[in-house]
């Protein structure tokens, strides 16, 4: 998926490094209800990462944007939703809700790319280059930035034990 992630993590980070003091703790967050994921979680299949992406929708829409885990959630549902519908936005998605933006650093650098349609292998272009194999390997890049990013908030294990 190119350096895309890496662009991605390197300023999620620097959005979120504020948020390092006791204002924002585990023990008075908000609940996260889409978290953990279930035991069946298959990041390998696009519609597990289509049903977080609708969980996440449903929360972001109720919790209220002046919070810093409603900008977390904002860059952890484009996650999700370029995981379910890697070809947007061209090709076929379901819309979100209009009140979630096309903002963050992760998204806007995804469209960026996209609408330049550019399908060459470069260190600092982002390319779909489609097949199963590039395929599994952008979900396992995307894996582990939802893994990363979830931690800012969640710093219990994403995956739910049965």
Not at 9 to 31: G, R, Y
Not at 59 to 72: F, R
Not at 149 to 158: C, E, N, R, V
Request: glycine share 4%.
């Amino acid at each position: 998926m190119f350096d895309l992630l890496a662009v991605y993590n390197l300023h999620s980070v620097k959005d979120f490094e504020l948020l390092s003091d006791d204002s924002v703790s585990p023990a008075n967050d908000i609940p996260i209800p889409f978290l953990p994921l279930p035991s069946h979680f298959d990041y390998n299949k696009r519609t597990d990462w289509e049903l977080l992406s609708k969980q996440i929708k449903k929360w972001l829409i109720e919790v209220d944007t002046e919070l810093p885990q409603w900008t977390w959630g904002r860059d952890i549902f484009w996650l999700t939703f370029i995981a379910a519908f890697p070809s947007f936005p061209r090709g076929t998605w379901h819309m979100w809700d209009p009140r979630i933006p096309l903002e963050g650093a992760f998204i806007e650098q995804w469209l960026e790319t996209s609408n330049n349609n550019i399908n060459v292998d470069d260190d600092d272009i982002f390319s779909i280059r489609g097949g199963d194999e590039r395929d599994a390997e952008d979900l396992s890049e995307i894996w582990d930035a939802l893994c990363r990013d979830a931690a800012l908030f969640y710093p219990y294990s994403l995956i739910a034990d049965d």
